[in-house]
């Protein structure tokens, strides 16, 4: 799985909130740890969903 967070990111902190493993706010934009994506594959997707703004693109490779 690959996780990318888009230039719409406002840095709200939900995907952090629902997985801090992977996801970081610092300033106005989140950021991802790509070495805790595998563990948390579903919280991600979570992550996704409740994104606001649409900023956290998931793709399988």
């Known amino acids: ?9 406002v840095g709200c902190g939900a995907c952090a909130i629902i997985n801090p493993n992977v996801f970081e706010i610092h300033g ?15 919280l991600c997707i979570d992550a996704a969903i409740s994104c606001p703004v649409n900023a956290i693109e998931i793709c399988e490779y």
């Open 1 to 9: 799985m690959n996780v990318k967070i888009l230039n719409s990111c």
């Open 28 to 42: 106005n934009k989140a950021i991802v740890n790509p070495n805790k994506i595998d563990e948390s594959d579903d």
